[in-house]
């Protein structure tokens, strides 16, 4: 437990505030209420946040922990380069994009959300972060094939001589059988 | 399927009597409105009102019994109390923050429909304003109350504004956003991802409850809500005079114009006694912060682990409790918690610490872990200690057979258990009940043994003196292993003492064959019940819970105790 990485927590605040604006938009235009162009405007900016906030970041230090099925999310945010990868950018972004929600009473609190979360995020491009796409590893291929053809270059490992030596009030308990009968040179 | 209901049975009642009473009050509050005194209410509104007024009901018990769960004093007293009765009952204490979790996503759930519900009544009180027609019911009923400003019905007093406007100069409206805002801000801050990786983000951001629970109890004071007065209702039916709208209150009709007044704020009732008892917890823990409390011994364990030997004044504990400890030269905020791994026969209390972040590096430092020079005891950093607080492993004395599970730090409330064993049999010599006890230990590395291992070489040497050393089998199992470490297995196979923990028990490698595991306790102690105690990772859980499922049959019932920190 390091120091905080801001924009942890700016993406679960922003991600909320997406389903909040999203939510206040269709309650908006569903109940056809006044202003309703707000509504859908704030349907489209809604959905836009969920999906540019659903994948997290990766952490500066410690594991990050993907959100179910955000590979395709990854792959899409990260196709935008600077854009997405600047926190300057998504808080400038988002202040923009929640400035229409405060005309109408249904998306005021989406509006109000996002706006927070900006604030956050402005926070964490002050502290130096930035997005970073959590990526699977990927191994080197296994090569079975090859090491079959060549011999051993080395002897097998073997205990080191004095654990080799079989004791001789052990001579049962010995793990090493000869193939043939061991005599002395005569 | 009768260990299932034993070991989750209470805790899927209660959750239905929660359940149940939610629902109740829901129905119950939404035909509330549907009477005769919201009749022109209901004219304006529609049901949204009844769609309003429901979830607030359903907010003003779960808000009350929000606070219920975190009072840590109050719970360890009530299950003080319980465990006399009932085992089972005193256990369900042990889920108060499972607990606490349900009923604030039940918060955020009725908030979700209160707020859907009061943006129609909003919309549809301004379109009442807006349709100036003296033929249109709503629109009447809207201009009522203008000559005084008592009686209206429609809080909406003017047509030249909108309903943004309207709720942020309204008490109801301004505190509603306040409340919405600081509950919205504290769920994003309890993510669990947020909760493990920044606690003080999570902790701090928290406290805007006392925001919360502030505008919520003011949120009703501008009676907004509002419907005919009683009295009204006596001489000017809805129902008959509805129609006749028209010549309301003129010579000759007999329905005089209607009164209309505000519903008296009802939040308080519900919410005062939780705020109460919660300002009482928080005293408690301030005045037990306040008792002194000296540190005697500090060591340092290789595997970056610190012990710290603390006394603290008429402290008393039990096995495998838990302590809250704060050092306001660290922090003056900041309490962790840690279990403690002294036995309650010892004259002092101790915890070890596991170093992996800000605050337990700063105590490092503090109690001078970087320093090779003895330290005097008054430089040693000021403590304070909250507890102790109950868990799980106060049972493990009423079985007769005994299983513990330890997934690496895991083993920590363990420790206390088996010196406390130790005390009991081989000192003090008192009738202990718990015959035999199973010690599994869990560790992905070596280096975690070295303080652990002193203990069971202690216990060991001990047993034998006393000719016991069948009372308490243990096997400990290293998961995790490089390749050189491994080469040094193999090498020293024959030793007599185990080259990890130089105990006569060798160390088994890789994960225990639970199935095994059971199967042979079960033969050995037929027809009685067997205590299975795990502190570690959910995954480790699952499978033990299935484990017991599984073996629990004629006679030997396998009961599953899990705690997690």
New interface residues.
């Given amino acids: 437990m390091g120091k905080i990485e801001w924009a942890m927590w700016a993406n679960e605040q922003a991600l909320a505030a997406g389903l909040i604006y999203a939510t206040g938009g269709i309650v908006g235009v569903a109940g056809q209420f006044r202003g309703w162009q707000f509504a859908c405007f704030g349907i489209a900016a809604g959905v836009f946040v969920c999906l540019l906030e659903y994948p997290r970041s990766k952490r500066g230090k410690g594991t990050s922990v993907e959100r179910t099925g955000q590979y395709c999310f990854t792959v899409c945010v990260k196709a935008f380069g600077p854009l997405t990868r600047n926190y300057y950018v998504r808080a400038f972004l988002h202040a923009a994009l929640c400035v229409p929600g405060g005309f109408m009473l249904a998306t005021v609190l989406g509006c109000v959300c996002l706006g927070i979360g900006s604030l956050i995020y402005l926070s964490a491009a002050i502290h130096g972060e930035h997005w970073e796409p959590i990526l699977p590893r990927r191994e080197p291929p296994k090569r079975v094939g090859d090491s079959i053809k060549e011999p051993p270059q080395n002897p097998p490992p073997r205990p080191p001589p004095e654990h080799r030596r079989k004791k001789a009030d052990k001579l049962e308990a010995a793990a090493y059988d000869n193939p043939m009968s061991v005599t002395v040179n005569e | 399927m009768g260990n299932f209901a034993a070991n989750e049975g209470l805790s899927i009642f209660v959750i239905l009597v929660w359940l149940g009473i939610n629902v109740f009050l829901f129905v119950y509050f939404y035909l509330a409105f549907l009477i005769e005194r919201y009749y022109y209410t209901r004219v304006i509104l529609g049901h949204a009102l009844s769609w309003a007024r429901a979830p607030a009901a359903c907010l003003n018990f779960n808000c009350m019994l929000i606070l219920l769960p975190v009072c840590r004093n109050l719970l360890s007293f009530l299950r003080g109390s319980i465990q006399y009765c009932s085992r089972t009952a005193a256990r369900q204490l042990d889920r108060n923050l499972t607990f606490h979790k349900l009923v604030a996503y039940m918060i955020a759930f009725h908030t979700?429909i209160h707020?859907?519900a009061h943006?129609?009544n909003?919309?549809r009180f301004?379109d009442s304003q807006l349709m100036i027609n003296s033929s249109y019911l709503p629109y009447v009923l809207s201009q009522m109350g203008n000559n005084d400003n008592r009686s209206y019905l429609n809080p909406i007093r003017t047509n030249e504004t909108?309903?943004?406007i309207v709720?942020f100069t309204t008490i109801a409206g301004l505190t509603g956003?306040v409340i919405?805002?600081a509950l919205?801000?504290i769920?994003?801050?309890s993510?669990e991802?947020?909760r493990r990786?920044?606690?003080?983000?999570f902790w701090f951001t928290h406290h805007l409850f006392i925001l919360f629970f502030i505008g919520l109890v003011l949120h009703g004071v501008g009676r907004i809500v509002r419907g005919q007065t009683l009295e009204s209702v006596k001489v000017h039916n809805p129902d008959e005079c509805h129609s006749q709208f028209e010549t309301w209150g003129k010579n000759g009709t007999n329905c005089p114009e209607p009164v209309f007044a505000g519903n008296p704020p009802m939040t308080w009732k519900w919410v005062v006694g939780p705020m109460i008892l919660y300002v009482c917890e928080r005293l408690v823990r301030f005045y037990r912060s306040q008792q002194k409390v000296v540190i005697t011994k500090v060591v340092m364990h290789p595997s970056k682990t610190l012990e710290l030997q603390m006394k603290k004044k008429g402290f008393k504990m039990e096995v495998g409790q838990y302590v809250f400890i704060q050092c306001p030269s660290i922090s003056q905020l900041e309490w962790h918690p840690f279990t403690l791994t002294s036995a309650p026969e010892e004259d002092h209390l101790s915890v070890h610490i596991r170093i992996?972040?800000?605050?337990t590096q700063a105590l490092y430092t503090a109690c001078g872990g970087d320093k090779t020079v003895v330290m005097d005891a008054w430089t040693l950093p000021k403590v304070a200690v909250d507890g102790p607080f109950g868990t799980a492993s106060e049972d493990v004395f009423r079985y007769e057979v005994v299983m513990l599970v330890g997934a690496g730090i895991g083993v920590t409330p363990f420790a206390s258990v088996l010196k406390s064993v130790w005390y009991k049999h081989v000192q003090e010599n008192k009738n202990v009940f718990t015959k035999k006890i199973y010690f599994y230990w869990l560790c992905p590395e070596t280096q975690a043994f070295e303080w652990f291992a002193d203990l069971l070489q202690s216990l060991e040497r001990q047993m034998m003196e006393k000719d016991m050393s069948d009372f308490l089998s243990y096997n400990i199992y290293l998961t995790r292993w490089k390749d050189a470490e491994a080469?040094h297995f193999?090498?020293q196979y024959?030793a007599e003492d185990d080259p990890i923990t130089g105990l006569k028990q060798k160390t088994l490698y890789g994960k225990p064959n639970w199935d095994n595991e059971f199967s042979a306790i079960a033969t050995q102690h037929p027809g009685s019940k067997v205590g299975v105690f795990l502190c570690g990772p959910m995954a480790l859980a699952t499978a033990l819970g299935k484990q017991c499922f599984s073996h629990t049959e004629s006679g030997t019932e396998f009961i599953f105790n899990k705690e997690n920190f």
């Fill in positions: 979700a707020i859907i943006l129609f909003f919309e301004m909108n309903p943004t709720m956003v919405t805002l919205i801000l769920i994003t801050s993510m991802v947020i990786s920044y606690f003080e983000v992996v972040g800000d605050w080469a193999r090498v024959e």
